[in-house]
């Protein structure tokens, strides 16, 4: 899928240790679709499908947030089943 990450990008952000879930895992779109990916594990999970026009992708506690171009995506990762 992904192997390398710039956190430059606007569709890719990087969850803070200890600022809510998901600390230390790197969030992304790809083919409107957003995924968590796992450094340690170096595995990608499938979040939310059907993401159409992103613009831009952030994350503050446990909500990653997803600018799109006709909408605006709250994504509450704390409403996710652990793996």
């Known amino acids: ?14 969850g803070i240790v200890g ?3 998901g600390g230390g895992r790197i969030f992304f779109i790809k083919d409107e ?12 999970r499938e979040l939310l499908k059907d993401i159409k026009k992103a613009k831009s992708i952030s ?3 446990c909500i990653v947030t997803i600018e799109c171009q ?14």
């Open 33 to 44: 679709t957003l995924y968590a990916h796992d450094p340690l594990s170096k595995e990608n």
């Open 70 to 83: 006709e909408q605006k995506i709250e994504f509450d990762l704390s409403k996710i089943a652990p793996r």
């Open 59 to 61: 994350k503050r506690g």
């Open 1 to 14: 899928m992904i192997d390398s990450f710039d956190l430059n990008e606007p569709l890719v952000c990087e």
């Open 19 to 21: 600022d809510g879930c």
